[in-house]
């Protein structure tokens, strides 16, 4: 695969591509991905541009406040935070709908979105430390509520039987997660006979 230009200081805005969203990305970053899988699930034509995070573009930070990925511009307007995104996308294209029509479905998709954060962190810890037993311990415990939630539901995807909007925003951290068992650390894989909805769920 080519290597993908990050756009870092002293680089310009590119001018944007008539009839097609500009999408802000980082090619490894998990809420950016979010993004990207939406915009080609829902077939969007879209413009990515990357951004280097060590050292944006002075023209990124003045645009977007947060200075993060993803963001995205559409209609002469700058969106940001990943889950916004991904809602407006769903509204404003409402071609393969991602989302349910029950509200309280809806909301609970949302609760278990949110919910996430917990696993997140702990993923972040164990990114950029050493992990230790007790890290990835508290790891598995977080994701046991994840296992359970997708057994109650009796369904492949946590969206049903197809790959849904709550499963795009929960997938790009599953699919990091096999960093973590490198060889010369086995036991830090994740095991399958404790996780048997989620292995189903993340190989289908």
């Excluded at 003045?62 to 993060?68: A, C, D, E, M, V």
């Excluded at 890290?135 to 939630?149: I, N, S, V």
Aim: glycine share 4%.
């Amino acid at each position: 695969m080519a290597a993908i230009e990050h756009l870092t200081v002293g680089s310009t805005d590119p001018p944007l591509v008539e009839g097609k969203l500009r999408l802000y990305s980082m090619r490894f970053c998990p809420y950016a991905a979010r993004v990207h899988l939406v915009l080609n699930a829902k077939k969007i034509p879209y413009d990515p541009v990357y951004i280097n995070l060590i050292n944006k573009p002075e023209w990124y930070t003045s645009r977007i406040p947060t200075g993060k990925v993803p963001a995205l511009v559409t209609e002469g307007t700058d969106l940001y935070e990943s889950l916004i995104i991904a809602n407006y996308l769903d509204e404003k294209y409402p071609e393969n709908k991602l989302q349910s029509d029950d509200p309280l479905r809806k909301a609970k998709d949302s609760i278990l979105i949110e919910s996430f954060g917990k696993v997140g962190s702990i993923m972040y810890k164990m990114y950029f430390n050493d992990i230790d037993t007790e890290t990835f311990d508290q790891f598995l415990g977080a994701l046991d509520d994840f296992e359970k939630e997708l057994s109650s539901r009796g369904t492949t995807f946590y969206g049903g039987n197809a790959v849904k909007l709550v499963d795009y925003m929960l997938w790009p951290f599953f699919e990091r997660m096999s960093m973590f068992a490198l060889p010369d650390k086995p036991q830090f894989k994740i095991p399958e006979a404790r996780f048997p909805c989620l292995t189903k769920w993340m190989t289908p």
